[in-house]
């Protein structure tokens, strides 16, 4: 991207090369011929046009054919045009030429088309849509697969949505919302939206809904390709279990980090993957991109996965529209930043998909008024000393225990064994251990095995928490984070909150691990223990329920130095120890160790296994992994006593988006951890991706991202200063913004690009 293309030529270098990472060899004349004659017709097979040809032609529907040349033409196997790319210098948007390339690729009867100044690149499907921006050439396979879906493509309206399906062995009714969903993409889609937010509360089936959606996207032959992207592991695991039920016929997968890519029709992938392998794939490798729990995905270092690449867009998310960051909805292409679809929370609770809770009456309230909000954001364990210390979580535990194994049989009857399963919200690692020990105690006839600590730091955490699911005991989950979100359990009948929380998503989303029904036990309602006041901060109750939007409110929320509201409502506590704190928890007593001493001690080690440790060998190599030596790589290097696992490693190295394949290279000296420019001029291109601008406007933000890379952060006062004020960058941006557009585009740079990229 760095290379100069001022001239056309220089613009063709880069062109050949991108050709290349898209499949295509420029050299082969039976894949890409260059400065291709428009005039002289085209039968069957490609030539270049011979000197001499004069004289304008028209094309079947009347636009004149200019004695110019293409100036490259990509075939498909059979020698027939697939695109036109037409090439321009620089200095001009590739966006002009538009109406030059048109009359090459209809008298060609190509059916795509690619404008480029080696620096966008813009595709043009211009029988179905307008040019848009891309961030790679597509693929001969893109192409043809394209052109063939359109040939097989049927109405979604033939495609009957069904009232039943079968799920985990069991038979389950469509529901009246899960059909207007799909209908009301149905309806977007056929009108040409490329993009869909749905939002539906924790519990009511989004992935259930999606899997059916993608059945009829594919019957429909609107996609054959789907991606799928999570944040979690255990998303990742729900995804794929719904997959196999519903989708089963289709081939699918899980791509790790360590893993060779493979050509099936669905591929699940965690963001943290995709981020440092989209580069794998062309722009057009994927007709289908679902991003699950999407309001986190639309800014910072996860959006270039999704911008990457040019599909039909699907975001799920179980976060309420007031609380969704502005970009999603651009992204997502939602007017008046509202959802595509929607469900109330409360409709839900009152025809049954959800049950209603209640909170737990006359438990002692730990927390006082007056916390230091800074001290919660920038130092956990300091919380956690100041408001909890051995009496004060004996109480806790105590209460919580008396009060559950009261109450369990009125919640559910059918519930044999008491109190019925709990989840536990603690402050820290060291926290949880604590709580778990005490709950323990309290029933030493289950030999530890009552309350079990579920951290990355837990070795066998996938076993215990199928073991939580499936069977009688560990009873309780006592966790940090790792619960709070994608986490599915539906005989949950008690959640006890040990910590504060203030970011409104995380509350909701931790309040939605008690709300999935059960029949089977006769699950009628379950009970949050709030020993932190956290329900009376949002003005929460089962009358009046915590939304975000109508039901209660949250009081507005004083931010620490240096922290934006964005970034206490959308990414919670967790998420800003990552930047702020400087050190480690590890271990299931959460042993504090600084970030740098645990880089050091990561990078020793795994230089010391590498002779001896064959899959650490072969990631040195750099040959792929299979999914088993995925598994035995992070089970061996997660043991005491450092517990060297993805999620310390992202917080030592402050990197949200390593995998534990990147920071092995890292530690061998072969990956360098992206500097903060490098990142800033990838989601600058992916967010460019996401709005709609004119090539004025394209090319005077390029100017001020330069300067926000310049200074870390921009401000208006910048446009009036040189370099820009030479470029009369102050009036020239109110010309092409207005003054307010002007201060919300430089507002959403600073959070979009530069607020995400600390060093």
Not at 237 to 248: H, M, N
Not at 298 to 313: E, K, R, S
Not at 560 to 571: A, D, H
Not at 678 to 699: G, I, K
Request: glycine share 6%; with cysteine; net charge negative.
């Amino acid at each position: 991207m760095a290379k100069d293309t001022t001239k056309e030529t220089d613009a063709r270098i880069v062109i050949d090369d991108w050709l290349r990472q898209a499949g295509w060899d420029p050299a082969d004349k039976s894949q890409v011929l260059t400065e291709v004659k428009a005039g002289g017709g085209f039968s069957g097979v490609a030539y270049p046009g011979a000197d001499g040809d004069a004289g304008a032609l028209r094309t079947s529907d009347g636009d004149e054919v200019p004695t110019g040349r293409a100036d490259y033409v990509l075939l498909d196997q059979r020698g027939r045009p697939l695109a036109v790319i037409e090439a321009k210098k620089k200095a001009i948007h590739p966006y002009v030429a538009k109406q030059q390339a048109l009359p090459y690729a209809k008298q060609l009867k190509a059916p795509f088309i690619f404008l480029t100044n080696g620096e966008l690149i813009y595709f043009w499907d211009y029988q179905n849509d307008d040019a848009r921006i891309v961030n790679s050439f597509f693929s001969r396979r893109d192409m043809e697969r394209l052109v063939h879906m359109r040939t097989e493509r049927k109405p979604l309206a033939t495609i009957e949505i069904p009232d039943y399906y079968t799920r985990q062995g069991e038979t389950r009714e469509l529901r009246p919302y899960q059909k207007d969903a799909m209908r009301a993409m149905d309806r977007a889609l056929e009108l040409g939206k490329r993009r869909f937010l749905i939002e539906l509360p924790t519990g009511t089936g989004k992935t259930d809904l999606i899997c059916q959606y993608i059945k009829r996207l594919m019957q429909a032959g609107h996609a054959e390709r789907v991606l799928f992207l999570v944040d979690r592991e255990q998303l990742a695991k729900q995804a794929l279990e719904a997959i196999s039920d519903l989708l089963g016929q289709y081939s699918h997968y899980w791509l790790k980090p360590g893993m060779v890519r493979t050509e099936q029709q669905i591929t699940v992938c965690l963001l943290q993957t995709m981020i440092g392998r989209y580069h794998e794939y062309t722009s057009g490798y994927f007709d289908v991109v679902i991003a699950d729990e999407c309001h986190r995905s639309i800014y910072g270092a996860w959006q270039t996965a999704l911008t990457h690449f040019d599909a039909i867009h699907i975001g799920l998310t179980a976060t309420p529209a007031a609380y969704i960051e502005r970009n999603t909805f651009k992204f997502y292409q939602c007017k008046d930043d509202t959802p595509d679809f929607s469900y109330p929370i409360q409709d839900a609770f009152k025809n049954g998909y959800l049950v209603p809770y209640r909170f737990a009456e006359g438990i002692t309230e730990i927390i006082a008024e007056g916390a230091d909000v800074e001290e919660e954001h920038y130092d956990p364990a300091e919380f956690e000393r100041k408001w909890t210390n051995e009496q004060t979580n004996r109480l806790m535990m105590e209460e919580f225990d008396r009060l559950a194994w009261q109450n369990y049989k009125e919640l559910a009857p059918g519930q044999k064994v008491g109190p019925g399963k709990a989840v536990v919200f603690a402050i820290t690692k060291h926290h949880a251990a604590r709580l778990a020990q005490y709950l323990n105690e309290l029933h030493p006839e289950h030999q530890g095995r009552y309350a079990e600590v579920i951290t990355s730091d837990v070795p066998n955490a996938d076993e215990l928490i199928r073991k939580f699911k499936r069977e009688d005991y560990p009873m309780v989950a006592v966790s940090v984070g790792m619960l709070d979100t994608g986490f599915d359990c539906r005989k949950v009948l008690h959640l006890v909150m040990c910590r504060r929380v203030r970011s409104p998503i995380l509350y909701q989303q931790m309040r939605g691990r008690g709300t999935r029904t059960a029949p089977h036990i006769g699950k009628e309602k379950f009970v949050i223990y709030d020993f932190f006041r956290n329900h009376q901060y949002f003005n929460d109750s089962d009358t009046d329920i915590f939304t975000g939007a109508g039901g209660g409110h949250a009081p507005a929320v004083s931010k620490p130095k240096g922290v934006s509201p964005r970034e206490l409502v959308e990414l919670g506590l967790e998420d800003e120890w990552l930047e702020a704190v400087n050190y480690v928890e590890v271990g299931p007593e959460g042993e504090r160790v600084d970030k740098r001493e645990y880089v050091t001690d990561w990078e020793q080690a795994i230089r010391e296994a590498v002779e001896r440790d064959p899959i650490i060998n072969k990631v040195k190599s750099g040959e792929p992994l299979s999914e088993d030596e995925e598994q035995q790589l992070a089970d061996r290097l997660n043991q005491p006593e450092r517990y060297f696992n993805e999620e310390n490693l992202r917080r030592a190295y402050r990197n949200p988006g390593g995998t534990l394949v990147d920071f092995i290279r890292a530690a061998l000296g072969q990956q360098k951890i992206k500097s903060r420019e490098e990142v800033v001029e990838e989601n600058f291109r992916a967010w460019l991706v996401t709005r709609s601008l004119s090539p004025e406007q394209a090319q005077y933000l390029a100017l001020l991202k330069n300067r926000g890379i310049a200074r870390g952060r921009l401000t208006l006062d910048d446009l009036f200063q040189p370099p820009l004020s030479i470029l009369n960058a102050a009036n020239l941006g109110i010309e092409l913004f207005g003054e307010q557009g002007l201060k919300k585009v430089v507002d959403e740079m600073n959070e979009t690009l530069f607020s995400g990229s600390k060093t």
